[in-house]
């Protein structure tokens, strides 16, 4: 039944407002032939657009919990070629999107104030949301792949916004090739899968290769594929090469979303097509320990990266590389002991990332627009910049220290309460090398700070620059918004069960996806 | 010699001159279109895997899906061109290397 489903109406939301988003932009500004009338009435339809999207949220999350409780896992809808199933992982994912989703499309408006073209911005940050719900819910590789295609497409429009500038551009073509070379390679393994398997669906694949003995060349060679394709929009270490200059030339909105939602999105999708080949039994621990070796490797070329970065949106892009470190050790620890507390600890990372970098991004966004963008300059901001900020911009020093501190996994914030998850659950295992593992990544952990503290040093320490002082004031859009993102970096520090109702049922969906 | 097997060598064909030129070419346009010459390997490769698993409706159903998919991507990335060319005045993306470290 197609009207009476939450998860309907949660996809076909966004994206039904996706054209009314652009239309009533573009025909607010032919009616009214003003300037700047476009962006002011495309954000409002957009954010109206991503706060009903919330209704269909909380009727999902309801039925999920209600049906969870009659031990099956999933909402399903399907209707044609579409085939998606809303377990707890999607519904993680969903959160992350819409939520920052919403917060980026009520910071953005005095961010673009002056640009051409923001009706088509908001559409496809309307789209993008829509997109990676879909994503997050995906129960067949075809339907994976369709949605991770349509999301890289909706990233590359908004990576290359500043189309007049050449280092935007740059950015966008490097994002663009290496994306789109990603995304055949996923669909020759798709079509791997498809001529040994004789099916597409994860669960029938899974069944099948469950069956097998051994996992045949075929379908090892398929695994490889999505680890590689997949693994661009991750930025596993030696496909990352695209994720500093996107991350770091996109407006700032959408640094924020890139970092904090489409590099997890693509997460999921490569745990997803993975999760059935683990089916075999007996090789779990090889799958670990492959995801594990990307962890170290994303670990410790991210940050020895970030510690010689200048700029500061450039250092927090290699700080993701970080991240996705941290949470491919949680969730190869979940696979290695098969208890669902790693799988936890790596999904509540990922909720904990989105916050965090989501407000490291637009709270540096928010300085770059003061400092920079309002005067029409568009310089990268530098650690330089930013000396003494804090005595002109209070709000949006503090929110970018809270931001980096809890990155830096700091207590008492949220990246601090996560991390810690994570490696509880390594030392559980009782096995030197996941204890090694996990040590190492708190060693990452500690060597972060070398470059978060000096860039909070020099926002409260150094002497106020000239150009701290010549800076526009902050647009109080810009710091309601900050101030609501800091909020949840906190509280969650403080109370770290909050989000329980959340990650529990996501560790589970994952465990049960790797067959645990 | 099967209808399979010479799918299968156009595949592998396909994809080394995709490959060939993706790294070879220097000009953005010639770029796009190895980008395009991949995505026909692989859209030949699911034919020919529908076909080998006898799901042919699936494997076709997906293949028409990717040239879809594919024709945005050259779409865009040909904006991106356009723009490339306006902007910096050259299409060789060995000059589009301005963004370091």
Redesign the interface.
Known sequence: MMETSPLFWLIALPLLATPLVYLSGHLAQTVTRRETVNGRVARDVALAALLACWLPFTWAARELAHISAAHTDALTFGWGGLALRLDGLSLLLTVVALGLGTLVAFYSGPYLAADRGQEKYYAMLVAIVGIMIALGCAADLFNLWVWFEAMAVASYLLVAFYHEQPTSLEAGVKYLVQSAVGSILVLLGIGLVLAHTATLDLQEIRAFVATQGALSPMLLAAGALFLIGFGVKVALVPLHTWLPDAHSQAPSGISAMLSGVVIEAGLVALLRSLGPLTAVAGTATAWAVLLACFGVLNMLVGNLLALRQTQVKRMLAYSSLVHVGYMLVGVSVALFTGTAVGAAGGLFHLFNHALMKGLAFLAAGALLYTLHLAVGDHNPLTVNDLAGAARRYPLAALTLSLALLSLGGLPPFAGFMSKWQIFVAGFQAHNGWVAALVIFAALNSVLSLAYYAPLVNSLYRLKSSELVWAGKPMPRTMSVALALLALPVVAIGFWPGLMRWLTEPAGLALMALFGK | MTLLNIGLIGVLGL?GVGFYG?LTSRN?IK?IIA?QI??K??VL??L???N????IG??Q??AI??IV??T??AV??MA??I??RR??HTLD?VE????R?
């Open positions: 994809l993706l953005l770029v980008l991949l995505a390997a692989a490769a699911l020919v895997a529908g080998a698993s006898g799901q699936l494997g159903s997906v899906t990717v998919a594919d945005i991507v865009i990335g991106l061109a723009q490339v902007q910096m993306v589009l290397a301005r963004l470290g």
